[in-house]
């Protein structure tokens, strides 16, 4: 009180100034510690209000998030490329490992490294970019992992990451995430991605791999054409289905001996469409709502192809007469198909169908199979892959060697025929590709192809 007092005195001019030195008056201020603790605090907390007023008025004006979450498609192509150009500057690493299979079916492990869950910074175009990495709490982590497992490798949004930059524009975000898609797209359009259902995930199968010309799958007759012509059709046909009410949904069935290019065939379609391929083993699925997750959770331009339907489910007599057998002399388990037949059945008509979806089933023994399953609607195209005949062997003759003259090629054919043994694509092609160099060789040799 008393030193308020003096103070007001000593600003009017009429009193004197030296009677009470300001020099002291500081010095005895500053000399009490709870006064000075209160100037510093009065100060640091001055500055700490101004510096978050400017922080807001910055963040509002000046810094742009975006927020991608995990069931944008670029959210994991982003995190990628956030960790190739910051392997310094992440330090809170994830580890995402999987079990993958290579293209014989071993498996490896393959580790990838992503920015953790917290605060990372990294350098982009002359640009300093926060990322925050989050996971949505309020699921709890069963429910996630559960929920994970049904939808594959796609998640509902129950993750994100907010980048932030000073003065991002809606352009330069633009240019950020082509940039980093670039390398994904590219190898997407380059190859021909197949991918495998293991264990409740649908997983890529190895690298894309190179495209397959639809020429190098050779058919009987007009066989090729009349398939693609099909399938052109449904694709462009869009319209129809939805206008008339019909589930926009075609079913083909691929049957005849081993080796006669049924799979290559339909690798060589979705080359040929730009679809990629989901492969899937009956025998994989553990439950029957597996499968319908399976089968029902399908990106668009993919192809479904269900391998040797044959395995699973025979006829239903011949399963009777397998479980009389098994009694008999207990035979060792094949490895068991878990789904049923009817869960099959459901899952191909599916009530939530995905649009336009387009399942392959092959087999080398149609006559196993449950007339239910290849019923129209299920089954809506059958074509019958056959062993060689002659015009396969002449057309797969002039692939291989192309400036021959026609009567090496009848003198090929002929002699191969005369074997009077069924030749199948697969056996042919390994022959002539033995022989590539020389086509005097191959008729040469031509006993040997079986
Ligand atoms: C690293 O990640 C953990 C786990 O999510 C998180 O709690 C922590 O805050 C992160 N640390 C940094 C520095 O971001
Ligand atoms: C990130 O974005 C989400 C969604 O907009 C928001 O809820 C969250 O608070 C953001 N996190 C940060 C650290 O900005
Ligand atoms: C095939 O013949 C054509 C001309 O008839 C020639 O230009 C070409 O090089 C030949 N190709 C091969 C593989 O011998
Ligand atoms: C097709 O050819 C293979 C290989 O020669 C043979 O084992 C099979 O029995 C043939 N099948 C038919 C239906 O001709």
């Not at 075609?250 to 006669?260: D, K, V």
């Not at 469409?273 to 668009?300: H, Q, V």
């Not at 006559?367 to 056959?386: Q, T």
């Amino acid at each position: 009180m008393v030193l308020s007092k003096d103070l007001i005195a000593s600003s009017s001019k009429t009193l004197v100034i030296h009677s009470f030195p300001v020099k002291g008056l500081v010095k005895q201020i500053l000399a009490n510690p709870v006064v000075l603790g209160g100037i510093t605090l009065a100060a640091l907390g001055s500055f700490w209000y101004f510096w978050d007023i400017l922080k807001d008025f910055f963040r509002q004006n000046y810094l742009r998030t975006l927020v991608i979450s995990s069931d944008n498609i670029a959210f994991h192509w982003v995190i990628d490329h956030i960790n190739k150009q910051s392997r310094r500057q992440t330090q809170n690493l994830s580890l995402d490992s999987k079990l993958k299979y290579d293209q014989q079916g071993n498996g490896y492990l393959r580790n990838r490294f992503h920015p953790g869950y917290g605060t990372h910074y990294f350098y982009y175009k002359d640009r300093w970019i926060t990322v925050t990495r989050e996971k949505d709490k309020s699921l709890s982590q069963s429910i996630t992992s559960n929920i994970n497992r049904y939808w594959g490798s796609k998640s509902r949004a129950q993750e994100w990451v907010n980048l932030t930059t000073y003065g991002g524009s809606p352009n330069f975000w633009d240019e950020f995430l082509q940039d980093a898609s670039k390398d994904e797209i590219k190898q997407k359009n380059k190859g021909l991605s197949i991918e495998r259902f293991r264990d409740g995930y649908w997983e890529e199968f190895g690298k894309p791999r190179r495209k397959r010309p639809l020429e190098s799958v050779i058919l009987d007759g007009s066989m090729a054409k009349n398939i693609l012509k099909d399938i052109t059709e449904f694709i462009e046909s869009s319209d129809w289905y939805i206008e008339n009410g019909v589930p926009y949904r075609r079913g083909y069935l691929f049957y005849g001996p081993p080796g006669t290019g049924k799979t290559s065939f339909i690798a060589a379609l979705a080359s040929h469409f730009g679809y990629s391929i989901r492969m899937l083993s009956l025998n994989e699925p553990s439950k029957d709502t597996e499968l319908n997750f399976a089968l029902n959770d399908t990106p668009k331009k993919t192809f479904i192809l269900l391998e040797d339907i044959d395995a699973a489910f025979s006829s239903r007599e011949d399963d009777k007469d397998k479980d009389e057998e098994k009694s008999d002399s207990k035979k060792p388990e094949e490895p068991k198909c878990k789904i049923s037949f009817s869960g099959l059945l459901n899952a191909i008509d599916g009530v939530a169908s995905a649009e336009g979806r387009i399942i392959f089933m092959t087999t080398n023994y149609k006559e196993r199979l449950d007339s239910a399953l290849i019923r129209p609607g299920r089954v809506d195209f059958e074509a019958y892959f056959d062993n060689c005949t002659k015009e396969m062997v002449e057309k797969m003759f002039q692939r291989f060697y192309k400036n021959q003259t026609d009567d090496l090629c009848r003198e090929f054919i002929n002699t191969a025929f005369s074997l009077d043994k069924p030749i199948s694509p697969a056996q042919l092609q390994r022959y002539l590709t033995k022989h590539k160099q020389s086509p005097l060789q191959a008729l040469e040799h031509v006993s040997e192809i079986i």
